[in-house]
């Protein structure tokens, strides 16, 4: 079993910043490849920004040059620096991970861009 437990949203302003963590705990040892998914009011829930366990990364076209995802293996956390914030953004932002056949992910934290 693997816990994830996401923090840092809040109400910004367009064009502001925010920095969102994700801590994992648990059966941590096998995972690899962990993400950021957003959800807006009415809308599927979307790929953000992937990274490996060795810090590669990818990122929606939406958000290229504007999100930053890094990891700290050692601890265990996984962030998301989101820099240039449109209102557009405004979504539920929720931690992803997979080990072996199983996913998780954790209970999401709100991210809402207004002025």
């Known amino acids: 079993q693997v816990q994830l437990v996401e923090s840092g949203g809040g109400l910004v302003q367009p064009g502001g910043s925010l920095r969102l963590s994700c801590a994992a705990s648990?059966?941590?040892?096998?995972?690899?490849?962990m993400a950021w998914f957003r959800q807006a009011p009415g809308k599927q829930r979307e790929l953000v920004a992937t990274i490996t366990r060795g810090g590669s990364s990818n990122y929606a076209d939406s958000v290229k040059g504007r999100f930053t995802i890094s990891r700290d293996n050692a601890k265990n956390t996984v962030y998301l620096e989101m820099n240039s914030l449109k209102p557009e953004d405004t979504a539920a932002y929720y931690c992803?991970?997979?080990?072996?056949?199983?996913?998780?992910w954790g209970q999401g934290t709100q991210v809402t861009v207004s002025s």
């Open positions: 648990g059966s941590i040892f096998n995972i690899n490849t």
């Open positions: 992803y991970t997979v080990v072996y056949t199983s996913t998780y």
